[in-house]
């Protein structure tokens, strides 16, 4: 069991891949918070600890220990009850995995400011207030000389990196977690804490009427490539204190591939030692373009 007596926190741990996640943690020997507010695919409706309170029963059913919670994670208040959640309920926290999410889709002329606003507060903020008190957490544990071996794993999605029609606050709000996941992995590496962030693709509630063709379950006995499960290993190792080496790095996993992600590096580029014309720059930038790889398609396009 890689993450024997690790205490971890999953938000949106109450279905899907987040439920997938608390139940292999649990498997390896976690101590878990399960972390759900139990609303709507799209966030809608009245808060219920039901799905949290069934993920905790799962575990326990398999010898494993969990508590639920049920703070909405963006909101400063709910980020800090969960850290003091694992804190009270198992003595630490070692490891967060920033899971929570849904979708408001619409294409851009069509998408409201709420959609934008409640896309990006779930998400993104949904991200950096549970990360920013986890470390704060864990840099009072290092300055009061206690040892700290902390993981933080975040969700981005494949629509961040590459863009998704039709999800533009959704692709937004996934694209800023990897720059918020850079930039947590330099600031807090100080402290003993590695942060990383994967790009899953899986069958959830939030997928399985999207990419309704691509999420269909297989015919009995072929492999599920889509089922949530199969994302979950990675998550965990990251989890693990084996991953100590590991920092600001962004993985997708579908299926039984786990690809590590290349993204914003340096291309060709061109210097003239001086101030461009701008009749000059179609010329340069036609030759760089063709020196540089070709941009992989947009999800949803054509």
């Known amino acids: 069991m890689i993450c024997k007596d690790r205490v971890v926190a999953v938000t949106g741990a109450g279905r899907g891949l987040g439920r997938a996640h608390a139940l292999e943690f649990a498997r390896q020997g976690a101590l878990v918070v399960v972390n759900?507010?139990?609303?709507?695919?799209?966030?809608?409706?009245?808060?219920?600890?039901?799905?949290?309170?069934?993920?905790?029963?799962?575990?326990?059913?398999?010898?494993?220990?969990?508590?639920?919670?049920t703070d909405d994670i963006a909101t400063d208040a709910g980020a800090a009850a969960l850290v003091a959640t694992a804190v009270d309920?198992?003595?630490?926290?070692?490891?967060?995995?920033?899971n929570a999410g849904f979708l408001r889709d619409r294409m851009l002329i069509n998408l409201s400011e709420d959609e934008w606003d409640a896309v990006m507060r779930v998400h993104l903020k949904g991200h950096f207030l549970p990360l920013a008190h986890a470390g704060r957490y864990w840099r009072a544990e290092s300055k009061a000389g206690r040892p700290v071996d902390a993981r933080v794993i975040n969700?981005?999605?494949?629509a961040g990196l590459l863009g998704s029609v039709g999800q533009g606050n959704y692709s937004a709000a996934k694209a800023g977690i990897v720059g918020l996941t850079l930039v947590a992995s330099a600031e807090l590496g100080r402290?003993?804490?590695?942060?990383?962030a994967i790009a899953p693709a899986a069958r959830t509630r939030m997928t399985e009427e999207v990419f309704a063709q691509t999420m269909a379950a297989p015919a009995e006995g072929e492999f599920?490539?889509?089922?949530?499960?199969?994302?979950?290993?990675?998550?965990?190792?990251?989890?693990?204190?084996?991953?100590?080496?590991?920092?600001?790095r962004v993985f997708e996993a579908e299926g039984g591939r786990i690809c590590v992600m290349d993204a914003f590096r340096h291309g060709p580029a061109a210097d003239k030692g001086a101030r461009w014309d701008p009749a000059e720059v179609g010329e340069v930038v036609t030759g760089l373009l063709a020196e540089a790889p070709v941009p992989e398609p947009v999800y949803g396009a054509g």
């Open 191 to 196: 402290y003993g804490v590695t942060v990383n």
């Open 224 to 248: 599920d490539a889509m089922a949530p499960e199969n994302v979950s290993p990675l998550v965990v190792w990251l989890g693990s204190a084996q991953s100590k080496d590991v920092t600001g």
């Open 36 to 69: 759900d507010l139990g609303v709507a695919r799209d966030g809608t409706g009245d808060a219920s600890g039901g799905p949290a309170q069934d993920v905790v029963k799962e575990i326990e059913a398999l010898g494993g220990r969990a508590v639920a919670s």
């Open 89 to 98: 309920a198992f003595g630490r926290l070692d490891t967060l995995v920033n």
């Open 155 to 158: 969700t981005s999605s494949g």
